[in-house]
Structure formats: C-alpha cells, structure tokens
C-alpha cells in the first residue's frame, strides 16, 4: 500500500500510518533478534550440556549437576540484562559515564570459578564462551567486551585448579582485578580518552569488579556445596579433621572401630594415586565409612574389649541383620550430618552385596542340626543389600576394609602371609562380582595390592629388642624379667588355624 509518495506533504494520516508501519518494522526486528538469540544460545547450550557429560565428576550425579548449570546460566543472563539497564539509566544521569567502564565492573568471574570447582575446567570454559558472547551482543557486538570477559574468566578458571583453600578464591578476586585494571587503562589509551575522568574510573571498575568476583565466588561456595549436594575438596579437608563431633564421637562409643578406620584411610590414600582415583575423597570416605557402628559398637568383634561377645545369645539371622544394618544407620548419620552425597555413597557401598560368612555357615550348621525346625537357609538374608562400589573410591574402601579386617586374625604377620592373605582377599572379592560394577581395572588390583602389603608390611614391622644392664653390671636382653618370654612370643599366635579361620569369617569375609 502506498502511504505517500516522494515530495508530498505528510498529513496527520499518514504520520500515523508510518508511525505504526515503523512500530511494526521494529517489532518484527525484535523478534528476529530473540529468535535468533534464543536458537543461539539453545545450540551453545547442547554443546555445553555434552561436554559437561563428558567429565567423570558430572556423571556421577548428572541431574544435580545440570541443574546447577542450567541455573547458573539463567542467573548469569539475568543479572547481565538487568545491570544493562541500570547501566542506560545511569548514563542518561551521568553522561561522562560510559558503557565500556560500566560494563567491567560486573563480576562476572565469580561464575567461572564456581563452575570450574564443582564441574571442572572444559565445562567452566564453554561456560564462559557462552557468557562472553551474551555481553558481546547485548554490547552492541563489540569484540572488546567479548575478550575482557573470556580472558578474565580463563584466568578465574585456571586461578582455582585445585582449589583447597577458601582463601584460593579472593586471591584469584585479586588477579581478575589486577587484569581488570590494566585493561582499563588499555582501552581507554586505545580509544584516546587519556585526559577524561573514565581515564581513571573504567580501571578502577576492572579493579572492583574482580575483587568482587573473588569476594561473591567465597561467599556462595558453602550455599552450593549444601544445596546441591556437592563435594569439593575444600569441604573434603574440612570433614578430613579429627576433631570433627561425627569422628570424636565414633572414637569414644567405637574406639575399635575409629582405630580400624583411621588404619582404612592410610592404606586406601597411599594406593588411590596409583590408580587415577580422588585420594583425598578415598581418604575423608575411609574415615566416615563405618560411622553407623556408633549405634551398637558392642556387637562388632573390634570394639568388644571385655572378650564378652554378645552374638552369643542371639540367632545367626538377627547377628546378620545387626552387622547389615550399620550401613544404613551409617547413610542415615552422613545425611544428618551432612557429609556429601559422595560420601554417603561410599559408606552405602562398603559392603558391596558381600556374604555374612561366618552367621551363614552358623546358620546351616543350626539347620543341619537334628533338632532344628527350620529346613532352608536363604543366601540372601546374609547378604548385604548394596548396591556394589560404583566408583574406584568405593571399590577401594571396601578392598581396604576386608584386608584391614583380615590382618588382625593373621598369624604371625610377616611379609610373605601378608601378601598372601591381600592376594587371597582381593580374588575373593573379584570372584564373588563385588567390583563387577565400578571401572577397576586387573592392572588397578595389581597396584591396589601393592599399596596394601606396603602399608600392612609397615604397620606389622618387627622391633627388634634393646638390651639393659643389671643392677650387678651384667646386660640383660630385657628390661622385665618376663620381656623375653614375650619377645619370643611376639607375633606368634597361640590359636590353632580352625580357630583363625572362624576369627577371620565372624569378621564377615
């Protein structure tokens, strides 16, 4: 339709019909720019979402961890949009502010340090491109936004690899401001406005903006960590701590079992390196993995000082289910607590869907019995309920646990039986199908075992014994006149093997 033609006078009519004509044109703009926008970002995204799947970390609980992206993207967006209105209104106010100072001060880096920590560098990195290509665009397309932006995340990504330290993340604050500001002063130089106020306020933009990055990235940190679930290393050191209530309590009602765990964590953190596994999850998980004994420490064989064992005066099958049962009653304890989903995970897999051996064997031998009313003995009561180690931590806290279990029944534990009973208990456990499901590999058994007979090898050491001199001026090879009996004792066990055997299977092995 023509609304007027070229050299004729614009009347009321047709300012109004241009007016909607142009109000349409620049709908329809818009609208091709969401469109587009969205597809965009929609594509980035799916990228996004696969590499992410492609971190071993991610995949151990993917929902979590793709709902704390998804949600981090769409908070990152939000604040972006928003502070770019603010940013218009301010300018309208203060015309010698610009949209370049402005804009560095947004702390964008506290994003890519949180995604670096909980899902790793390849995700926070994508993550960050995804980010400096919004502002790029919401910036009018200006190439320099996109690199300040992707350049400060990358030094915030590789400033917390291996972050331990709370304190890690204001340091790398630091650096993102120090970066911030010597970008500042370079593009101000490079656009000429050397003499003017921004000369000075877009530096000390950059120079906020990654102090508060490193200041927002410390403060949500733990609000993640709980509300997500996450596990990070920072926490792990946190929990590693003795002088945590959840270990100082298991030390005074299961003084056994603390001892038999803190043996646990260094057999399982000298080998967890050796076959590509977190040693510092292996060794936090070590300590927490029997916590659920706290409930009835008397009824495990370790915590009975007294030689009083109370499974005497019970049925095999109620012996089994109090041995099954600290399991839960450890998840139940770690998620009171709360510990981490991978530590509840470990402390559910302990155990895997091993057999109760010695309240079974009990069990058929009562059942064998003339007098016995009960005709058949069901496997799977004796059983633990799994599931079966999923991960190498898992799997090596169980090996780490029946060996430990093992050696306090070994007679005379001199290199040879230690070695031997490792090899004999991580082929028990490899035939019954425990590690069936976590990806420890024949190689990782082999180095497994190695790290277990080193560690055992110098727990049992032999001492050798001083002599000391008499009253008379003779040296006695003794300081107590009944010390070299022991010493001749030492290391020998007087029980015969059957009662080994039924010593090491009451330890359900």
């Not at 301010?90 to 010698?96: L, N, R, V």
């Not at 290199?415 to 499901?437: C, H, S, W, Y």
Request: hydrophobic share 45%; aromatic share 10%.
């Amino acid at each position: 339709e023509m609304i007027v033609r070229e050299g004729e006078r614009i009347g009321p009519e047709d300012l109004l019909k241009l007016s909607k004509e142009m109000g349409f044109k620049r709908s329809f703009e818009v609208l091709l720019k969401v469109i587009g926008m969205s597809f965009l970002l929609s594509f980035l995204f799916f990228i996004l979402y696969h590499v992410m799947l492609k971190e071993e970390r991610c995949l151990k609980d993917d929902r979590n961890h793709l709902l704390f992206l998804s949600l981090s993207l769409l908070v990152v967006f939000e604040c972006v949009w928003v502070y770019n209105i603010i940013t218009e209104e301010m300018i309208k106010g203060y015309p010698f502010f610009t949209k370049r100072g402005l804009s560095f001060f947004m702390p964008i880096g506290a994003s890519a340090m949180l995604i670096s920590i909980f899902q790793g560098a390849n995700v926070a990195i994508f993550f960050s491109l995804i980010i400096s290509i919004l502002i790029a665009l919401t910036g009018g397309g200006k190439i320099e936004y996109f690199l300040y932006f992707f350049l400060q995340s990358l030094i915030a990504i590789y400033g917390v690899r291996d972050c331990t330290q709370r304190g890690v993340l204001i340091r790398t604050g630091l650096k993102i401001g120090l970066f911030g500001m010597l970008m500042g002063f370079l593009m101000e130089m490079i656009y000429g406005e050397i003499e003017g106020i921004n000369f000075i306020l877009t530096p000390s933009a950059g120079l906020m903006g990654g102090i508060i990055s490193g200041v927002v990235a410390a403060g949500l940190l733990p609000l993640v960590e709980m509300a997500f679930g996450f596990t990070t290393d920072i926490k792990l050191l946190e929990l590693a701590n003795l002088d945590q209530p959840l270990l100082k309590e298991l030390m005074v009602h299961a003084p056994g079992t603390y001892h038999h765990s803190l043996i646990i964590s260094n057999m399982v953190e000298a080998t967890a390196k050796a076959i590509g596994a977190n040693p510092l999850l292996a060794k936090v998980s070590a300590y927490y993995h029997d916590i659920g004994k706290i409930k009835k420490p008397l009824y495990f064989i370790e915590n009975q000082m007294d030689g009083i064992n109370k499974h005497e005066k019970l049925a095999p099958s109620m012996s089994s289910l109090i041995l099954i049962s600290h399991v839960k009653d450890g998840v139940e304890l770690a998620k009171r607590h709360k510990l981490g989903k991978e530590i509840c995970d470990i402390i559910q897999q302990h155990h895997g869907t091993s057999l109760i051996t010695y309240f079974y064997q009990k069990a058929k031998e009562k059942v064998e019995h003339k007098d016995s009313k009960q005709k058949e003995i069901n496997e799977e009561d004796f059983r633990y309920p799994g599931p079966k180690p999923q991960t190498k931590e898992a799997g090596l806290v169980m090996l780490a646990d029946m060996v430990e279990a093992a050696s306090r029944s070994l007679k005379d534990p001199t290199p040879a039986r230690i070695k031997g009973m490792v090899q004999k208990i991580i082929n028990k456990a490899f035939t019954d199908g425990q590690l069936n499901e976590c990806e420890i590999t024949l190689k990782d058994l082999h180095e497994i075992a190695k790290g277990f007979i080193k560690t055992l090898t110098g727990i049992f050491h032999q001492r050798i014994e001083y002599p000391e001199e008499e009253k008379g001026g003779k040296r006695n090879a003794n300081a107590y006149p009944d010390q070299r009996a022991k010493a001749d004792s030492r290391g020998k066990d007087k029980r015969s093997p059957e009662e080994i055997e039924v010593g090491i299977r009451r330890l359900g092995i």
